[in-house]
């Protein structure tokens, strides 16, 4: 009988990754004080888990999901303007497939921090509804790689997120 902690050979490493990392260099910049610190990116089920960390107030993105996203807010806060709540540090969110919503950080959150699991894509639209871009786990990765050699990590820093 196999140990309790035996891998089967074809499963990837796992993965153990530091909150937040005292490297700045680790966060990668995703819009002007909008940044994402990458935990997994998963290529085989098109998934990408990060913290992302939000130093302004305003309207981040418009944009929907075809598969569904979690978020645990860790520090400030946060809302959709589509609806009545707002998201604070220790508050778990779901996000079912196929809604479209507008992230927002209000003015008085001088510093906003979520875990997000995102499965598929985040397809951004406009006030029309129309695509304007989307990010997968290939463009965060891509994102990752260009960020890492230009602040002297090495292209290959990402890899360890990878799976």
Known sequence: MPEASSV???SPPELVIA??????RVWVPQAPNVWFRPLLLNRVQGQWCNLLRVRKSGIL????????????????SWRYLEH?????????????????HTLVVDADAEEMVTFF???????????????IG??????????????????GLGAD???QFVR
């Open 157 to 159: 820093y990402v890899m």
């Open 19 to 24: 909150g937040e990392p005292e490297d700045e």
């Open 134 to 151: 989307r990010d997968d786990v290939f463009t965060k990765i891509d994102m990752c790689r260009a960020h890492y050699a230009d602040c």
């Open 117 to 131: 699991s995102i499965s598929g894509a985040m397809i951004y639209l406009d006030e029309d509804d129309k695509v």
């Open 61 to 76: 993105s418009r944009h929907s999901h075809p598969a569904p996203v979690h978020g645990y807010v860790l520090r400030g």
């Open 84 to 100: 009545d709540w707002i998201a604070q540090a220790g508050d778990f969110v779901f996000e079912p497939p196929g809604e479209t």
């Open 8 to 10: 089967h050979p074809l």
